[in-house]
């Protein structure tokens, strides 16, 4: 029987028909891994995915949940500021605590190796901090490290039980080592195009790391570049081996100053999504890059794009272009969404959505093939299980929803996916309630001190006087403007979430 003839009677519509499969695991024509890993990528496991529990006890919007190694417990943080560890199979509370944070938590996650026992959290109020649960079952935070304005994301190192990088929207990337007192600040991301040199930093909103080179980075923020660094190279003295060793951007979007990156993440084959506001997501792969300086104007971009060009040029001569893959269909302006890889080898992307639902698209073709109800309001977050067909979704609600591949059915896409029309303020807001105005003016004074104590010489202390003072104007500024605009619309809903919730 030729080769064709017989993938032909192990592929069913396209896809692994699962009895054959069985079949062939049970006589040893393939292995138990690859039959889960054929099983837990399956368009109909993905099509058969329904809430299965919702884990309701934080008070607040919860923007972050995570999966330990293991894949049975989940942690999770909020605007209540406390963080909890769940059962989720059980959908109860193992242990929770307040995280020590001045302001909503936006990362949690445990250190590997740790016995799920060390926990690492950035927030709104700029500090990162560590959690360790002892052996009585109290918990001891303490405060690692500071950025100047909201920390909105963190990642660990694959497989270290020590390190991990942070990301603010001062444009600060840190590493901290939890076998050290003080973390290392590794590089400021400057603004690319010159016309925002205004700025003094390019504010960060993710960062990634390469599971299959932990030497590799990207982070992204408020322009249109996702950078990518070699860990290796910033970490010397040379300040200039501190630019980024690349940059991706589509085309059409250099230029436009009316996008951001709200979500990165890496594949199992070290390719790299990127979530735009008001805009789409793009998969790009390391051949897609812009070089270390993208400008059209910049010497170093033009050799960079010929020899990148060069290297996509077949033996003959020919051009061989890789399209770029772009998923569509949902919408991303009111807050800072993540972006996701699920699968056993990243076969599907996911992301929520500001109409409440979740988004699952096929990697390789872009096709939509899912379209789930997950929250009232908005999906921000969605994290896949390490090993089975389970996701772990949360928005704008206070809960947190497990969904499994339990329906009877296989589910259908709309046939008009519609969004939830609304007014949005802008997907960066700052300030939501006079509350959140008080705790923004606490951490400014908080962190005036903080940095006095660690800067040396005067002119370093009065430029840090000087940056808190804007700051603290920019910030009343703004609250004064979100003041008016709700003087001129007021939105309540009944169950007494705000519109203002969408901006936290």
């Avoid at 909103?205 to 080179?213: E, G, H, S, V």
């Avoid at 807001?429 to 104590?453: G, I, K, M, T, W």
């Amino acid at each position: 029987m030729s080769d064709k003839a017989k993938r032909n009677r192990t592929h069913f519509n396209g896809s692994h028909h699962p009895v054959v499969d069985f079949w062939r695991r049970e006589v040893g024509g393939i292995s138990s891994r690859n039959f889960s890993d054929r099983f837990s990528a399956s368009e109909n496991m993905v099509l058969r995915l329904e809430i299965y529990k919702k884990l309701a006890k934080h008070k607040g919007c919860v923007n972050t949940v995570s999966f330990n190694t293991q894949g049975d417990i989940l942690v999770s943080g909020s605007d209540d500021r406390r963080v909890f560890l769940w059962d989720w199979e059980l959908g109860k509370v193992k242990l929770s605590f307040h995280s020590g944070h001045s302001n909503n938590v936006f990362q949690a996650k445990f250190m590997p190796f740790s016995d799920d026992r060390t926990i690492v959290t950035c927030a709104a109020d700029g500090m990162v901090r560590r959690a360790s649960v002892l052996e009585s079952g109290k918990v001891e935070t303490v405060l690692l490290g500071l950025h100047q304005g909201r920390a909105h994301k963190l990642c660990v190192e694959p497989g270290n039980p020590h390190v991990f990088y942070t990301c603010g929207e001062d444009g600060l990337v840190q590493r901290f080592d939890l076998r050290t007192q003080a973390p290392t600040e590794l590089f400021t991301c400057q603004p690319v195009d010159t016309r925002r040199r205004n700025m003094e930093a390019a504010q960060l909103n993710a960062i990634a790391m390469d599971p299959r080179n932990s030497n590799l980075l990207a982070v992204g923020g408020m322009d249109e570049y996702a950078r990518l660094y070699d860990i290796r190279r910033v970490q010397g003295r040379d300040g200039s081996s501190r630019a980024a060793a690349d940059h991706f951007c589509p085309p059409h979007l250099i230029g436009d100053f009316h996008v951001g990156i709200t979500g990165l993440a890496f594949s199992e084959q070290s390719e790299l999504l990127v979530s735009y506001n008001n805009e789409f997501i793009y998969l790009f792969t390391h051949d897609m890059g812009l070089g270390s300086n993208p400008m059209p104007s910049s010497p170093v971009s033009s050799s960079s794009s010929k020899s990148k060009k060069s290297e996509s040029e077949d033996e003959d001569g020919s051009k061989s272009s890789v399209p770029m893959m772009a998923y569509k269909g949902h919408k991303n302006c009111e807050t800072v969404k993540g972006v996701n890889f699920c699968g056993p080898r990243s076969e599907y992307v996911v992301s929520g959505s500001d109409c409440g639902r979740i988004f699952i698209w096929k990697k390789k073709s872009g096709e939509l093939i899912r379209v789930m109800e997950a929250d009232r309001y908005v999906v921000n977050c969605i994290e896949p299980h390490p090993h089975i067909p389970v996701l772990a979704s949360s928005g704008i609600e206070n809960d947190i929803k497990i969904w499994t591949s339990k329906a009877a059915e296989r589910a259908t896409l709309p046939d008009n996916i519609e969004t939830r029309k609304r007014k949005p303020r802008g997907w960066m807001y700052r300030v939501s309630s006079p509350q959140e105005l008080l705790a923004q003016l606490v951490f400014l004074q908080n962190r005036s001190r903080f940095s006095e104590d660690r800067e040396e010489g005067e002119e370093e202390e009065e430029a840090s006087s000087s940056s808190t003072g804007r700051e603290l104007l920019d910030l009343i500024l703004t609250f004064n403007d979100a003041d008016d605009a709700d003087d001129e619309e007021h939105v309540s809903d009944e169950d007494g979430v705000s519109r203002d919730d969408f901006f936290s």
